[in-house]
């Protein structure tokens, strides 16, 4: 059976401010990559809402449920009926533990998957966009960087790593592509960053 997805961040910030940006839906939509839009469905207890993610012009959606304990756990199910939809149905949970260093914030959640054997490799890139979400997320809030500039930031990145490999191999000079491997300055989002497996804690 695949493992149910685990993501942890540290963040610099303040509980207020971390809730906010996580909570309300038009600031989560901004950093998440996992989706396009997030939209409250009236005002229900728990709190009804749907979801929609675009990949290459079609619109995906789904609804789902969240409750919480303020600044401390919330709690989520989702599910999709479009038929193009990776995910059937699922739960999770974030939590934010203070500590001396910053906020913990962290999730896990399982799914059901549409089709099990493409499961093998949407799950790990699922994993991939939670971490670099959260970091983005992280930088947002410890630098007051927008998401929408560091998206344009690990574009940029990508690219210049990328071209360095590329004029590696054409002008044979492997000194070029050491390039590639320099260190990320710590406002472009790596899902490196972050803990993707539960602390032994």
């Known amino acids: 059976m695949p493992k149910p997805l685990y993501i942890e961040a540290l963040i610099r910030t303040d509980m207020a401010k971390l809730w906010r940006r996580t909570q309300d839906p038009a600031e989560h939509q901004r950093w998440d990559a996992r989706f396009t839009e997030i939209d409250y469905i009236g005002v229900t207890t728990p709190q009804r809402f749907r979801y929609s993610t675009t990949v290459f012009g079609v619109r995906i959606h789904g609804e789902g449920i969240t409750s919480h304990k303020r600044e401390a756990t919330s709690a989520l199910r989702f599910r999709s009926d479009h038929p193009l939809s990776m995910i059937v149905s ?13 906020i913990r914030f962290l999730t896990g959640y399982d799914y059901v998957p549409q089709w099990a054997p493409a499961d093998r490799v949407f799950r790990p890139l699922m994993g991939w966009a939670t971490a670099w979400s959260f ?18 930031f690990a574009v940029v990145d990508a690219a210049i790593r990328a071209i360095a490999i590329v004029a590696a191999v054409r002008t044979k000079n492997p000194w070029l592509a050491l390039i590639a491997f320099v260190p990320k300055s710590d406002k472009v989002p790596a899902a490196r960053r972050c803990l993707r497996k539960r602390p032994l804690r």
Request: hydrophobic fraction near 25%.
């Open 90 to 102: 699922g739960s999770g949970y974030w939590r934010y533990i203070p500590t001396h260093q910053g």
């Open 135 to 152: 970091d983005r997320l992280r930088i947002w809030l410890e630098h007051d960087i927008p998401p929408e500039k560091t998206r344009a």
